[in-house]
């Protein structure tokens, strides 16, 4: 007796190839609604069961299978999101979304004959920003589903209508909405190589534990938040201050010696990765503005560094 192959499947039937093939564009999707690619994946893996559920006539009769499966996962988000602060009321300490390295493509299709007003879009890498994916945390799962279907991922809005279960002329409120708290509540984007060199100064004075050098490549009023989902040493989870973060960053490298601090891209922009004997216990995104670091996203909960322990190396 043998058994067939995946491969086997897609010559049977090229049309699984296609669906296949969604799989990075409903990543890319429900990663920037959700910020954790965890829960992203959980949702593809949900949206292809329920694909997969129907009956060869009933996907046959699906005129874009693709269309298809960004809407069915573009709801299951947005019931997420609808639970997701009562999950994270029993979330132990800071939630901050889920680092990503920049070796996963945030490449994104949009559907075809979509208009495009470049006043009212955002650049790519900004839609992944650790900075951008915070702010999104602010908007109700209503508007952070219409403004990134939108003004991301270019989808009319008589097709986010049909997933939010609104009108059209609502979902354009929604999103308008969402577009005027993100340009109120966003700064300036620095040029990635101005940041490059910003965060490479800040890495060298903290290896050199200067903490004078340290508070200068800090904005007086920074902000540091450190998630560790209580699977750590908490420390201080959330610090403000230049002095504050300063000192609490050379005392960390004073108490743990032998701590390596690695320059890499988070969420497509300037970061920097701490290793202990060879193994990442954080990933740190870092907004700068000005030539100083605004603000400091540290994550260590080691639930949420998991593609960073199997995707990232010296």
């Known amino acids: 007796m043998t058994s067939r192959s995946p491969q086997d499947d897609d010559q049977l039937d090229p049309g699984l190839t296609a669906i296949r093939n969604e799989r990075r564009q409903l990543i890319n999707l429900a990663y920037r609604l959700l910020g954790s690619l965890a829960d992203a994946e959980d949702v593809v893996q ?22 298809w ?15 997701a602060r009562v999950r994270r009321e029993s979330y132990v300490g800071e939630w901050i979304p889920e680092p990503v390295p920049d070796r996963t493509e945030w490449t994104t299709v949009r559907p075809t004959g979509t208009s495009t007003d470049p006043a009212d879009r955002i ?28 003004d991301v991922f270019r989808y009319p809005f008589n097709d986010i ?13 929604l999103a308008t909405s969402a577009r005027r708290r993100i340009r109120d509540a966003q700064t300036p984007a ?22 004078d050098a340290l508070i200068g490549f800090l904005d007086p009023s920074a902000v540091s938040v450190a998630d560790t989902g209580g699977l750590v040493e908490a420390g201080a989870r ?69 593609q960073w322990r199997v995707g990232v190396q010296d």
């Open 46 to 67: 949900e949206t292809y069961v329920r694909w997969y559920a129907m009956t060869p006539s009933q996907q046959q009769a699906i005129v874009s299978p693709g269309a």
């Open 69 to 83: 499966l960004n809407k069915a996962a573009s709801r299951i988000c947005l019931d997420l999101l609808g639970s």
């Open 123 to 150: 650049t790519l890498d900004e839609s992944v920003s650790m900075a951008f994916l915070v702010i999104l945390e602010s908007l109700t799962p209503a508007e952070r589903v219409a403004f990134i279907l939108h």
């Open 161 to 173: 209508a049909d997933i939010v279960g609104r009108t059209p002329a609502a979902c354009r409120q």
């Open 190 to 211: 620095r040029p990635t190589s101005q940041q490059v060199a910003v965060v490479r100064n800040f890495k060298q004075a903290w290896e050199a534990k200067d903490i």
């Open 238 to 306: 959330s610090v403000e201050g230049a002095e504050q973060i300063a000192c609490g960053l050379v005392a960390l490298v004073r108490r743990v010696p032998d701590l390596t601090i690695l320059e890499r891209m988070v969420n497509g922009r300037p970061g920097l990765v701490i290793q202990q004997d060879g193994v990442i216990v954080s990933v740190m995104a870092l907004e700068a503005t000005d030539d100083r670091i605004t603000h400091i996203w540290a994550m260590r909960n080691p639930e949420k560094l998991r």
